[in-house]
């Protein structure tokens, strides 16, 4: 079969350029160097093809305008020669146009990046910027020789002629690479900028074998496409075509992450291109995916996924050494996946003592629409440089294909220039670059990836490139796009325009073709593309999970402390250093654990959760709690945090005495986080996902505000173990209580968790003492089951003494699924009760005050603090005990519609003894959580308890 010929080798063989159409010519091609946009389509591709053909001295040097020139030297000869002319400060007209000069600099500097040529597509024309134009500030054709001062340039001169300056500019930035940094606040990030720009024109100089490893991994990256096109025909995908440049972006940062020292990457993306990456950047089987496309892959999860929402991970060899690649596990919410990355490379660096980042490095990977049009971007890159939440520094990557969906009009896909303006909000910079240039890809990512190992700080690469297909493989984008696709069915694809340039340099013109035949024969084995992978390589940083593998829920955790520990610990949480003067509220809190520590007063929930902590830590547990006001709590019952009253500086004079409870104890982190729901509580899920040896905790500051974050509880937290296999501790504590603040600070939606819970997926609990809190948090880490728990925490009970518990409770027992009547009167005369009232949370000490006035020994208050799973057994025993019972009534706060009513009426007429009936009692179903009249809500709080000790009335269930 004949090759086929290159694009040079085409131009070459046409016959049309003969003497009569020079002129013509020669015009289009001065207007082409002028403006590229301003020829037509036809002429615009052949002029660019020139542009790869070898300068005659070698060099890879491109034209530059002519005409410019040849009116310059016409205007010198006209004034008596071509005389060289510097200019000085003597000179008042020279003085101006020195300062004009410097202006004109500076617009390139700012908005040079409007002219760059980065759409591979050319659909539209280069924008007037009067600024970039020399005539804006006075300078004429005269004027291109004369030579101005550029020492605070880095091109390499420190004088330059006008002409050349001009072309120097609009070479460094506006050729492939359009750069945008100049509204960074820190001078020494933005002569970096210009120094690593301007000292090479924003140009490579790659030698012939780093050319070839680009073609290569562009043909990896089309030869895979093509592949599954064929094989698969009509499966979703999500095809990388059109922008294959990201694998070469992608091979050359592992490549330059690991020769600068980092040994981890964690890469999250959604599923544009994922499949490539699998394959062609972290070196998944290709006979593996191929299983998965034909079915006959293992399905060994309870539900699984898609296989374009897979995540995978490798060790691959870099010239630093072996890296280790980890693709995270992310839903078809796009963008979602980012906080969980950061917060997984921020466990990471913990574990690695790495608080600057310089061993794990986390990349992002973004659609274009996607991030201009999602919030959670905003707000993981608000946490990016704060102490709590910062990872130094992350490397975004745009597939910016110029479409999301079916929008591309900018008119209607965002309100920005950019697609990476949100970024600017952080003074990241910006490189946007060709993605018809691999070269160009390859220098912005390494130079983005130099400046966040020097900097520390975000950066984005936006490679513009196109969707060859439609969103998925069964769409027909040209019904919406007819102009755009009509530009994508005439481009002859990146490979073959970079496989032509390179044949024109003279690296082989079979060169291209012979690639293409390498990787067909891989596909056609099955066999891997990333060589070499590691198979064998483990380091010594893994995290081994088989132990927390197979629990179950009834596991039993010793989650009591003997009574000199508990003593020991107290002290020491309780002791203020002489250099810190307390609030006096503060002080009275902490005089007051004190005396609980030493067993004078009954535990309350604050102290009880401290201990928690502190036999946590001192038992090697570290903690980490985060939240918008968990220092103090948001009910100020916390106060793990002790602010000294004298201080004199905002930044200094705070002290945390649960990071002082031992010497070699774990890590106590505490953080008041920025105000945010959905980022942080997934970056917390990500830090739990790669720790299971830390009690990870997410605070809401009301229970309700974690409907901010419903897209990671839903997609992350709920389904990940049965989706991907991902197993996972996070603990969430959500305030919820029915007092009076009205619809949106008293529910947490305890229903929506009920319902999303299956599959021994998840704890939820409503713990209603000091006691129960203790022993809760300490049997997240002392056992080995690791499941998300969420728990329903209180606020009037923070205070309530009822809800105190004895020393004794903290050093025997542990935590109560179900705690049964504690009326020793009512539980011993067990045959004289006739009701049995199940509740959970706050709700019980309003029925038990109530029966209290009723002074009846008939009726049996339950509370289940575990809503699930459900703790059959433990219930059933207490159902047993009452055998003359006739009712059960489930009484709660929450109206009918909400709370746990719905889901587990059927978990307790199961449990039901023949012939007895189940009620309710508690508010009518409402499309409001609660009521925002306070005199209404006191009617409903007295309507169900009393309701709870009045006849079965509507919904009976009869067993």
């Known amino acids: 079969m004949n090759a086929t010929p290159s694009v040079y080798q085409a131009y070459q063989g046409n016959t049309y350029l003969f003497g009569g159409n020079a002129p013509y010519v020669e015009e289009m091609y001065e207007n082409y160097l002028e403006n590229p946009g301003s020829v037509p389509d036809n002429w615009r591709g052949y002029f660019d093809a020139l542009q790869n053909v070898p ?402 700080k975000d950066v984005v690469v936006d490679i513009v490139c196109f969707r060859k297909l439609g969103h998925n493989e069964q769409d027909t984008p040209a019904l919406t796009q007819p102009l755009m696709y009509k530009k994508i069915g005439a481009h002859p694809g990146t490979r073959k325009l970079y496989a032509d340039k390179l044949a024109a340099q003279g690296l082989g013109e079979t060169l291209g073709d012979d690639m293409v035949r390498a990787y067909r024969t891989a596909m056609d084995t099955g066999t891997h593309t990333v060589d070499p992978v590691l198979t064998n390589f483990k380091s010594k940083y893994a995290v081994d999970w088989s132990p927390f593998l197979g629990k179950k829920w009834t596991d039993a955790g010793d989650t009591a402390i003997p009574l000199a520990e508990w003593k020991r610990l107290s002290e020491r949480i309780t002791a203020i250093p002489d250099s810190v003067t307390p609030h006096p509220l503060v002080k009275k809190v902490f005089d007051d654990r004190a005396a609980m520590g030493r067993g004078e007063i009954p535990v309350d929930w604050g102290m009880g959760e401290h201990m928690a902590f502190a036999s946590l830590v001192a038992s090697g547990y570290p903690v980490r709690l985060s939240g918008e006001d968990s220092g103090r709590g948001t009910f100020s019952h916390r106060h793990a945090v002790v602010h000294d009253q004298k201080r004199e500086k905002w930044d200094i004079g705070s002290y945390v005495p649960l990071q002082n409870v031992a010497e070699n104890q774990a890590p106590f982190v505490v953080i008041d986080s920025i105000l945010s729901e959905e980022a942080v509580l997934s970056f917390e899920y990500g830090y739990s996902s790669n720790d299971p040896n830390t009690l990870v905790v997410w605070e809401a500051q009301f229970g309700d505000f974690a409907n901010g974050a419903q897209v990671v509880i839903d997609q992350f937290i709920a389904s990940g173990e049965v989706k991907w296999g991902r197993v996972n501790s996070i603990t969430l504590m959500l305030p919820h209580g029915y007092e009076g603040q009205g619809p949106e600070h008293s529910s947490a939606r305890l229903e929506r968790f009920m319902q999303l819970s299956a599959d021994t997926n998840m704890q939820v609990v409503q713990p209603t003492t000091a006691s129960q809190i203790f022993h809760l948090l300490r049997r997240q880490m002392v056992r080995a089951l690791r499941k998300p728990l969420i728990i329903m925490t209180p606020k009037s009970l923070l205070r309530n003494k009822d809800a105190t518990s004895p020393l004794s409770e903290f050093t025997q027992g542990g935590f109560q699924t179900v705690i049964p009547e504690q009326d020793p009167a009512i539980a011993e005369k067990a045959a004289k009760v006739r009701r049995v009232i199940a509740c959970s949370g706050k709700v019980y000490y309003d029925l038990v005050k109530k029966r209290a006035e009723k002074q009846t020994s008939e009726v049996v208050v339950l509370r289940i603090e575990q809503l699930y799973p459900f703790p059959h057994k433990a219930f059933a025993a207490e159902i047993r005990k009452y055998p003359n019972a006739t009712d059960l009534v489930w009484c709660q706060d929450e109206p009918q519609n909400q709370g746990a009513w719905f889901f587990v009426q059927h978990y307790i007429h199961e449990n039901m003894l023949e012939g007895q009936k189940l009620g309710y009692s508690g508010r009518a179903a409402s499309a409001s959580p609660a009521v925002g009249y306070a005199h209404l809500h006191q009617e409903q709080q007295k309507a169900l308890v009393d309701g709870a000790f009045a006849k079965l009335k509507g919904f009976v269930l009869s067993k």
């Open 55 to 456: 300068a005659v001295d070698g060099s890879n040097a491109k034209d530059v305008p002519h005409l410019p020139v040849i009116n310059a030297f016409a205007e010198r000869a006209k004034q008596g020669g071509t005389r060289l002319v510097v200019a000085t400060g003597a000179d008042s007209e020279l003085g101006r146009k020195r300062t004009a000069v410097q202006q004109l600099i500076a617009a390139y500097r700012n908005v040079g990046q409007r002219w760059a040529d980065l759409d591979p597509l050319k659909r539209t024309e280069r924008p007037a910027i009067p600024e970039l134009e020399p005539a804006f500030y006075g300078f004429s054709d005269a004027d291109q020789e004369t030579v101005f001062n550029t020492s605070n340039l880095f091109f390499g001169k420190e004088s330059m002629p006008l002409r050349e300056l001009i072309n120097a500019l609009r070479e460094t930035y506006c050729g492939s690479i359009g750069a945008e940094y100049m509204y960074a606040t820190d001078q020494n990030q933005k002569r970096w900028w210009q120094q690593k720009l301007e000292a090479i024109r924003s140009k490579p100089s790659f030698g012939e074998e780093k050319k070839k490893h680009i073609l290569e991994r562009l043909t990896a990256a089309e030869g895979l496409e093509r592949f599954l096109h064929t094989k698969y025909v009509g499966q979703k995908r999500f095809s990388l075509e059109g922008g294959e440049s990201f694998i070469a972006a992608m091979d050359a940062l592992i490549q330059s992450a690991g020769a600068k020292g980092v040994q981890e990457i964690v890469i999250g993306m959604a599923h544009r291109g994922r499949l490539n990456v699998l394959v062609n950047s972290l070196g998944k089987m290709p006979k593996d995916l191929f299983a998965e496309f034909d079915h006959t892959a293992p399905e060994d999860l309870l539900a699984g996924d898609v296989k374009y929402h897979q995540g995978f991970s490798s060790d691959v060899t870099t010239p630093g050494g072996p890296v280790h690649l980890s693709l995270a596990f992310n839903p078809s919410h796009l963008e979602i996946v980012n906080p969980v990355v950061e917060g997984s490379v921020r466990a990471r660096m913990d574990r690695r003592a790495d608080p600057q980042g310089q061993q794990v490095l986390p990349v992002l990977v973004h659609g274009d629409a996607a991030f201009a049009g999602q919030g959670v971007i905003q707000e993981t890159l608000a946490l990016a440089q704060t102490r709590g939440y910062s990872t130094g520094g992350t490397v975004h990557i745009v597939i910016n294909n110029q479409i999301g969906f079916t929008t591309s009009d900018p008119r209607d896909s965002r309100s920005t220039l950019y697609c990476t303006d949100v970024v600017k909000m952080i003074e990241s910079p910006v490189l946007h670059v060709n993605g018809d240039d691999p070269e160009a890809v390859v220098l912005a990512t390494e130079l983005a990836l130099e400046f966040r190992m020097e900097f520390g």
